[in-house]
């Protein structure tokens, strides 16, 4: 057989115009694409002020101008060549690195698929490069201030392959504001202004962080709102603009993370925040918080994605502890100041004398309508009841789960009201809500969410009563892998009160539960196994769940002395929040109330 000849190979090397056309595809896919770039290179020169301007949605033109250190025109001949940096020399350069560019592709990549022109002045005089979908770059003398303009226009017209795939011009420039907000909130000693078709539409002067956070994201929250916390450790610190329980989305919009001033993907650290809020937040409510991560470069590889929105992190699950464990005591620390408030407010401002009947007593819920006089409506004041009546509230409460002391803050331990003010209570609503009066607020208190704290509160402290079961509770299991769970964190269990054993193949029994757990074995089934396979915290997550199941039920009618006993532990409360993160209450002041009904105060 004749050997094959040169011209019959089926491998071709391309042509240098058309693999920089499909080498650059992958950097600049769209608008947004060059303006994420550009904006690196502005950062990495030391700029102090950074202008955005897009046309068309930044498919006709994006300039980026910068009065940063500039490049001289030996610099500026470089600057378009594939693999041209001035951030690093060598590979192992990687390992220390410390600006947002270093690759040397995206000014090459820009001028392969459309009209690229620089005017850059370091401060000895300008010098302009233009070129054109791959052509030699021209490079000549210019006139222009300190620093430097890249202007790009006419993207894709040479590559119709890529040009059909951008979509309309207003979809393509909202892609291009959030990536000039992704750039800018990082750095907040810059100041940033964005104009689209020559309206300036942003304008972010330097500021401190959390003013930064606050004003790209003027929907989130205020600034008022938002709390800056830190915390470090070995080989990285970050810093956290967050915002307390009372707000919170739907999504995860307003969940962020910047690892070295850098926004990337990255599900560990959300959780993290989404753990630190666990027990402030209702299910399918999400946090406001913004995380910004310095770890040691050595620690983390940028060089995966070409839009480097990923990152590998080896010290990644020590980061996930210090960000959960810093959140979550700052919302502890939130909650307790919030408790000091309501306490200080009761205690300053409250007048026993105004609001408490002569003779205090319990009363049943009236069976008819009130007739709206105070003294047709029980109330209770730890100072002024009778021994009577504190046994009987003793009493209820030891019904409610255990002695009302237990569900005592540390302040109020050694007794009298410093841990909550007098209250006056007012009734049951739609079977769910307590009313009670408390100064100048009004109460609502969801019954099942207090007493499900209280329990929480009181498990957490004191080992779980057990009750034991005379006729076991059979557990089947669906398969092998729900066995090696319940074996596994069997003794787990058994510390918050159930004790299972296995007795056959898919099959185990429950001997006991925890007192008050009230279930039928298909929920005791789906209680234990969903809650053990929360690998964050299942001992805690299974102290909820019993609480849950033990506490007043919606729509439960309680007496006075109960609704009492409960009202009583709930405000002493230092977390107003039932175990799964929603609120427990809701209060309104009297000012606001007759606002409501324009009334004159």
Known sequence: MEPRKPTDARIRVLPPAVYRKIAAGEVIDRPAAIVRELMD?????????????????????????DDGRGMDEDDLRLAAEPHATSKIETADDLLKLSTLGFRGEALASISAVARLEIVSNPGTGASRLSADFGSVPVVESFHGAKGTSVAVSALFESFPARKQFLKRSQ???????????????????????????GELKLFLPAQDLKSRVAAAYHDAAPASLLSSIAASGSGFSFEAVVAGPAISRNDRRYIQVFVNRRRISEFSLVQALEYG????????????????LEVDPALADFNIHPAKKEARIKNIQDIHHRVSETVRAYLH???????????????????????????????????????GRPADWPRYDRETATPREAATF????VR??????????????????AGTAPFRYLGQAFNLFLVCEVGDELYLIDQHAAHERLLFEKLKSAPPTVQEL????????DGPDEDALLEERRLAAEKVGFRIEKSGEGRWAATAVPAGYRESSRRLHDDLLETLKDDSDFETALFATVAC?????????????????????ALRLENPRCPHGRPIWHRISRDELFSLVQRTV
Do not use: H, M, W
């Not at 005379?470 to 299991?477: H, K, N, R, W």
């Not at 199941?549 to 532990?569: F, N, Q, Y």
């Open 171 to 197: 979809a393509e420039g909202t892609v291009c504001r959030q990536v000039f907000v992704d750039k800018a909130i990082a750095f907040p000693e810059v100041g940033f202004r964005y104009f689209s078709d």
């Open 549 to 569: 199941r033990s506490a007043v039920k919606d729509g439960e009618l309680l007496s006075a002395t109960a609704a009492c006993a409960i009202i009583d532990g």
């Open 400 to 417: 409610l789960s255990g002695s009302i002391d237990s569900f005592r803050n540390p302040a109020a331990a050694s007794g009298g009201t």
């Open 333 to 371: 620390d939130l909650a307790v100041a919030d408790f000091s408030k309501r306490r200080e407010a009761g205690s300053d401002s409250f007048n026993p004398e105004k609001y408490l009947a002569e003779t205090p007593g319990f009363f049943a819920p009236p069976p008819g309508p009130a007739s």
């Open 277 to 292: 809020y666990a027990s402030f937040l209702p299910g399918g409510k999400e946090p406001v918080a913004f995380l910004f």
């Open 41 to 65: 290179n502005a950062i990495d020169s030391g700029a102090t002020e950074v202008t955005v301007s897009i046309e068309a949605g930044g498919v006709d033109s994006v300039r980026v101008v």
């Open 470 to 477: 005379l006729v076991p509770a059979v557990i089947e299991t």
């Open 394 to 397: 003793a009493a209820e409460t």
